[in-house]
């Protein structure tokens, strides 16, 4: 993937010339060539759906994903619930579409921040070196030496508690003191441990971009004419690494989602009653080997297709965003 991106990136430019060429702007150009792959469409359509369904589930006519009915636990699909119930009696398929709305906030907010940050300490790293860019880069290079798994582990297991502490003193001040018994807290701290662990190795990506295209022509005519630093950077660089970052987006957005069912599965994450996806799974993976095993199926179906529908469509963005490709 990531050679992929480097020559997506360094032959943008001759990418943009044979688009003008034909006629069509290079973001048409690029678009007509991901409706050729169809695998790439089909899983653009189906996460757009997801994710449009999770965005209207306030607005949504179905059930509270919180109501009970515990006279009507396990109940298999049905006109009433077209998914059955659980253990608890609540409806599935609401608990589904909410599970849903956490997966599209968890996979937008913190790639936002991370992008930005990423983008921003890649940029400044690759264009003044020296110092600045040890500095960074060290600082890089410490995140990427702990797995990703056990640092997130980390970060929810100490960064959880120290968020419900502040919430629990700023929450009198504000006239809300249960506050802190909500579910913002649980996803303010899954957001902000996804955004720090995100953008460590984006940093590094885009710094490696960065270096190459500095000593490109162009930008050493800006250079010449006296552009500032952050025009150059900005207007000139970060276009150029753009191909780069859409690829990675898609890949970010299934880590996030896959990271916030990870965390919620072990209990640190987004806990019951609120809705996620990897809660769902770890109230019912005890179910495999009962009559109840489509209480697991659910939720694990819908995060493994989303998964492999990120996958392909990456691939097929990667494709699109080379001109190289025919």
């Known amino acids: 993937m990531t050679q992929t991106a480097e020559v997506t990136s360094v032959s943008s430019l001759q990418g943009k010339t044979s688009a003008l060429v034909r006629g069509r702007s290079p973001a048409g150009e690029a678009w007509r060539r991901l409706t ?55 409806d599935m398929l609401s608990r589904l579409i909410w599970g849903a709305n ?4 968890v996979a937008t907010v913190p790639l936002v921040v991370a992008t ?12 003044y070196r020296g110092w600045i860019d040890t500095l960074f880069m060290r ?15 980390f970060l929810a297991a100490t960064l959880k508690p120290a968020v419900v502490n502040f919430v629990r003193e700023i929450g009198p001040a504000i006239g809300q003191p249960q506050l802190w018994r909500s579910g913002l807290v649980d996803y303010l701290a899954v957001l902000l441990i996804l955004a720090l662990v995100g953008w460590s190795g984006l940093a590094r990506l885009v710094r490696g ?11 050493e005519a800006a250079k010449a004419i006296g552009v500032p630093d952050r025009r150059i950077l900005f207007l000139h660089i970060l ?13 970010s957005m299934a880590g996030a989602i896959a990271a916030e069912s990870t965390i919620s599965f072990l209990g640190i994450g987004i806990v019951p009653p609120y809705p996620s996806w990897g809660s ?7 179910y495999l080997r009962t009559p109840y095993w489509w209480l697991l199926a659910e939720p694990l ?26």
């Open 280 to 286: 769902m799974i770890a109230s019912t993976y005890g």
């Open 139 to 153: 600082f890089v290079d410490y995140l990427l030496a702990f797995p990703t798994l056990l640092l997130m582990i």
């Open 36 to 90: 050729r792959k169809k695998l790439a469409m089909a899983s653009l359509i189906y996460i757009s759906a997801i994710l449009v369904l999770g965005l209207l589930a306030p607005v949504l006519p179905i059930q509270s994903f919180s109501q009970q009915d515990l006279s009507n636990t396990r109940a298999l699909p049905s006109w009433e619930h077209p998914l059955g119930t659980d253990d608890l009696g609540r």
């Open 102 to 105: 956490t997966a599209f906030i």
């Open 239 to 251: 276009p150029n690494v753009m191909p780069l970052l859409i690829v990675l987006a898609s890949m």
């Open 301 to 326: 179906l819908i995060v493994t297709s989303l998964l492999y529908a990120f996958a392909y469509l990456g691939d097929g963005l990667a494709d699109a965003l080379n001109p190289q490709t025919r």
């Open 209 to 219: 971009q960065a270096l190459s295209l500095k000593e490109r022509e162009f930008v």
């Open 116 to 127: 930005a940050l990423g983008v921003t300490i890649g940029l400044v790293a690759a264009w």
